[in-house]
Structures are given as structure tokens and as C-alpha cells.
């Protein structure tokens, strides 16, 4: 059984400390997903959303883009300080997704773009979505395709395992099996959602070389970062010189070019 409680400690000071940085790192893959999860969650003029684990506000400002009464919320001061600092006209409120502090169906629409697999009890967000949606009102949110079908991952992956160590990091494992579309799906269901359905989202993410990948990644994400942070500092040039061999098919005259592989999934309350 997953220490909900190690989990919910170790996402909370991972994503504290990756706040200040994750605009210029992370943020640059995944705001790319954002059309996707909005379309998929039918956001449009005038409606109501939600953007749980809403990190700095990309998503809940694309809401707001497209004319939707829009507010996120995180567990993490310092994401919403950026969020806040970044969006001065929307509402951000610090609360926890198995927890949403909102009335029963208060929002048409609740979306989270790579947050709800970093929940200690993704099935109980979902619930909780289910619960603060009004009759018919959307959810979707992003999930990242497996390692072996995602580029960046696979390749700082594979040259930990060739030199560096797997592991290293003591992250606690996840809360919940959301590995696959059928995962999420099933998800959805046993939360009570109707239509559910998935749909695979793509991207490329761009950078000078490895090292660019591995420290874009270290600055800004939670478990990544855990464990390229758990490397011995000796074994990092090899582990970047690898990055750089395997990812010689991705170079282009601007650098690297790596593709991006993600799903949305999405239902609807009954």
C-alpha cells in the first residue's frame, strides 16, 4: 500500500523547491499540452473551470484566454506565488486535490495538466472533481506516456542506467497506476464519469544539447529531479556525454529536437 502521507511530503518540498524555476525548464514541455486539455474539457466562454495542481497558472490564464470564469489551485506557496505574480486578475487558492474546498457543482469544467499522477490518491481527486462538477460538466487532464514512448525520459533513463545509478533517488513510489490510457480510463469510470475516453497529445521539446535536457529537468520537476539530483556529481559528464550520443538522431541545425509523447483523458459527470 502507497504511504500516502511520504508522498504527499515528498511532491510538496520537490515542487516547493522546483517553483522558482520551472517557468524557464519544465514549463516549456508541458504548456504545449495546454490546447489539447482544453479541448478535451470543452472549455469555452462564460463557462466555470477548475485547474487542480495548477503550478504557476499556464493552464487556468488559457482558460481565462478563451473567456471562462477560471481559478486554480495548488498545494505549493511558491507555485502559487509565481501563478499570482504572473496572472494578477485570477483567483488562486492554496488547497489540496483530495480535498477540494468548493461546494458540490460549482465549476463545468475541472482540468489538471500533469498533476493528478502526482497525488498521493489520484481516485480520490477524481472523486472530488466528480463531486464540485454540476450535471454534465467536463473533466480532462494530461498524463505523460510511458518512458519507453517518451524520448526525453527514455534517454536520461537509459544513460543513468548505463552510468549512473537507477537507484539512487529514495522517492517514495507513486500513489496510483496511471502508466497507460487504459489505466485512466478505468480511473475515470470508477469515479463515476461518463464518455470516457483518451486521446494521444504530441509535442517537441527543444534544447542546445544533454546537459540542457538533464538540468531542465532537474530544475523543474519533483521525482525526475530526485533522482538525477541522487547521482554522484562524478558520474554526471558521462551520464550527459550519453544523453548527447543517443540523442544524435534529434539534432537538427538549432540543436535537439525531442519529441514529445502524452494522452488526455476525459469523461463527464452523469
Given at each position: 500500500?502507497?504511504?500516502?502521507?511520504?508522498?504527499r511530503a515528498?511532491?510538496?518540498?520537490?515542487?516547493?523547491?522546483?517553483?522558482?524555476?520551472?517557468?524557464?525548464?519544465?514549463?516549456?514541455?508541458?504548456?504545449?499540452?495546454?490546447?489539447?486539455?482544453?479541448?478535451?474539457?470543452r472549455?469555452?466562454?462564460g463557462?466555470?473551470?477548475?485547474?487542480?495542481?495548477?503550478?504557476?497558472?499556464?493552464?487556468?490564464?488559457?482558460?481565462?484566454?478563451?473567456g471562462a470564469?477560471a481559478r486554480?489551485?495548488d498545494?505549493s506557496?511558491?507555485?502559487?506565488?509565481?501563478?499570482?505574480?504572473?496572472?494578477?486578475?485570477?483567483?488562486?487558492?492554496?488547497?489540496d486535490?483530495?480535498?477540494l474546498?468548493?461546494?458540490?457543482?460549482?465549476f463545468d469544467a475541472?482540468?489538471?495538466n500533469?498533476g493528478?499522477?502526482?497525488?498521493?490518491?489520484?481516485i480520490?481527486?477524481?472523486?472530488?472533481?466528480?463531486?464540485?462538477?454540476?450535471?454534465?460538466?467536463?473533466?480532462?487532464?494530461?498524463?505523460?506516456a510511458?518512458?519507453?514512448?517518451?524520448?526525453?525520459?527514455k534517454?536520461?533513463f537509459?544513460a543513468?542506467?548505463?552510468?549512473?545509478?537507477?537507484?539512487?533517488?529514495?522517492a517514495?513510489a507513486?500513489g496510483?497506476?496511471f502508466?497507460?490510457?487504459?489505466?485512466?480510463?478505468?480511473?475515470?469510470?470508477?469515479?463515476g464519469?461518463?464518455d470516457?475516453?483518451?486521446?494521444?497529445?504530441?509535442?517537441?521539446?527543444?534544447h542546445?544539447?544533454?546537459?540542457a535536457?538533464?538540468?531542465?529537468?532537474?530544475?523543474g520537476?519533483?521525482r525526475?529531479?530526485a533522482l538525477?539530483?541522487?547521482?554522484?556529481?562524478?558520474?554526471?559528464?558521462?551520464?550527459?556525454?550519453?544523453?548527447d550520443?543517443?540523442?544524435?538522431?534529434?539534432?537538427?541545425?538549432?540543436g535537439?529536437?525531442?519529441?514529445?509523447?502524452?494522452?488526455?483523458a476525459?469523461?463527464?459527470?452523469?
Amino acid at each position: 500500500m502507497a504511504d500516502t502521507e511520504a508522498i504527499r511530503a515528498f511532491e510538496h518540498a520537490g515542487w516547493e523547491k522546483a517553483a522558482g524555476r520551472y517557468v524557464d525548464s519544465f514549463a516549456t514541455a508541458t504548456r504545449q499540452f495546454i490546447p489539447g486539455l482544453l479541448d478535451a474539457a470543452r472549455v469555452r466562454a462564460g463557462c466555470s473551470v477548475l485547474d487542480v495542481a495548477c503550478g504557476p497558472g499556464f493552464v487556468t490564464a488559457g482558460a481565462a484566454a478563451r473567456g471562462a470564469v477560471a481559478r486554480g489551485l495548488d498545494f505549493s506557496p511558491a507555485m502559487l506565488g509565481v501563478a499570482r505574480a504572473r496572472h494578477p486578475g485570477i483567483q488562486f487558492d492554496e488547497g489540496d486535490a483530495e480535498a477540494l474546498p468548493y461546494a458540490d457543482g460549482a465549476f463545468d469544467a475541472v482540468v489538471s495538466n500533469f498533476g493528478i499522477h502526482h497525488v498521493p490518491r489520484p481516485i480520490v481527486a477524481l472523486c472530488q472533481a466528480h463531486r464540485v462538477l454540476r450535471p454534465g460538466g467536463a473533466i480532462a487532464f494530461t498524463i505523460w506516456a510511458a518512458p519507453t514512448e517518451n524520448v526525453a525520459w527514455k534517454l536520461v533513463f537509459d544513460a543513468i542506467r548505463r552510468c549512473g545509478d537507477m537507484s539512487a533517488s529514495r522517492a517514495p513510489a507513486p500513489g496510483g497506476g496511471f502508466g497507460t490510457p487504459a489505466d485512466c480510463a478505468t480511473a475515470l469510470e470508477q469515479a463515476g464519469f461518463a464518455d470516457v475516453g483518451t486521446r494521444p497529445l504530441g509535442g517537441v521539446w527543444r534544447h542546445a544539447d544533454g546537459r540542457a535536457v538533464l538540468e531542465a529537468l532537474r530544475a523543474g520537476t519533483a521525482r525526475m529531479a530526485a533522482l538525477i539530483g541522487a547521482q554522484p556529481e562524478a558520474a554526471i559528464p558521462a551520464i550527459v556525454a550519453e544523453i548527447d550520443r543517443a540523442a544524435a538522431e534529434y539534432r537538427d541545425t538549432q540543436g535537439l529536437a525531442i519529441p514529445l509523447s502524452a494522452f488526455v483523458a476525459f469523461g463527464r459527470r452523469g
